[in-house]
């Protein structure tokens, strides 16, 4: 079956550090470009970052940059994004999504991040 | 990265038609034909509706349409039905690999 499976969120003190893992299965995930998008409670879609499919270029919206790291293991199948120096504001579901056209075709089911006191 | 713009929210009746508009600027929705459209129901993942303007993917309805004049997408949904109630968002290539989203548009089906 053709899927992508977050993991890794949780409850993070303001200051912490958190490493979201996306597993994909059931297609050729080294020939796709692959994103990150989050969603706070509530609220709407936002685009995180997005990493190419070998030569791993990055890209990161200016509310993440410098504080977070996508990155992946075409030999796992995994993409990765690193949070540090997290802050409320950070709190949302994150969803890995592969990149289609400058859009996105498979979405994960998301993982949830909780920064709190 | 400022979000494209969308109405919060759109209704209509079984049957009826709505359109759904998404406006950017000239570095984003007017300069490229990236736009892509994403339905969400609630507690779900966000799926693939409409690519790179006006594509349908395989699986969606011909029902789903887009289109874009300047600045401004629009996503049309006709033959309304009761499953199409959900959110949807609008997205757009911003230049230097970034991607910008719409602030989302809650449907209604009366």
């Known amino acids: 079956e053709v899927q992508l499976l977050e993991s890794g969120g949780g409850s993070v003190q303001p200051g912490g550090s958190l490493r979201l893992s996306c597993a994909a299965s059931?297609?050729?995930?080294?020939?796709?470009?692959m994103h990150w998008v989050r969603q706070a409670p509530g609220k709407g879609l936002v685009w995180v970052s997005r990493?190419?499919?070998?030569?791993?270029?990055?890209n990161y919206a200016d509310s993440v940059k410098g504080r977070f790291t996508i990155s992946r293991d075409n030999a796992k199948n995994t993409l990765y994004l690193q949070m540090n120096s997290l802050r409320a504001e950070d709190t949302a579901v994150y969803y890995c999504?592969?990149?289609?056209?400058?859009?996105?075709?498979?979405w994960g089911r998301g993982t949830l991040v909780t920064v709190s006191s | 990265q400022s979000a494209l713009t969308q109405p919060r929210s759109v209704s209509g009746s079984p049957g009826q038609s709505v359109t759904i508009s998404c406006t950017g600027t000239?570095?984003?929705?007017?300069?490229?034909?990236?736009v892509s459209w994403y339905q969400q129901h609630p507690g779900k993942a966000p799926k693939l509706m409409i690519y790179?303007?006006?594509q349908r993917p395989s699986g969606v309805p011909d029902r789903f349409s887009g289109s874009k004049s300047g600045n401004t997408a629009s996503l049309t949904i006709s033959g309304l039905r009761a499953e199409d109630e959900a959110d949807y968002y609008c997205?757009?290539?911003?230049?230097?690999?970034?991607?910008?989203f719409g602030g989302g548009t809650k449907l209604t089906v009366l």
């Open positions: 997205c757009s290539f911003a230049g230097s690999n970034i991607l910008v």
């Open positions: 999504a592969r990149g289609f056209s400058s859009g996105a075709d498979l």
């Open positions: 059931g297609f050729t995930f080294s020939t796709y470009w």
């Open positions: 790179v303007v006006t």
């Open positions: 990493i190419t499919s070998d030569v791993n270029v990055t």
């Open positions: 000239s570095s984003d929705v007017g300069g490229y034909n990236y």
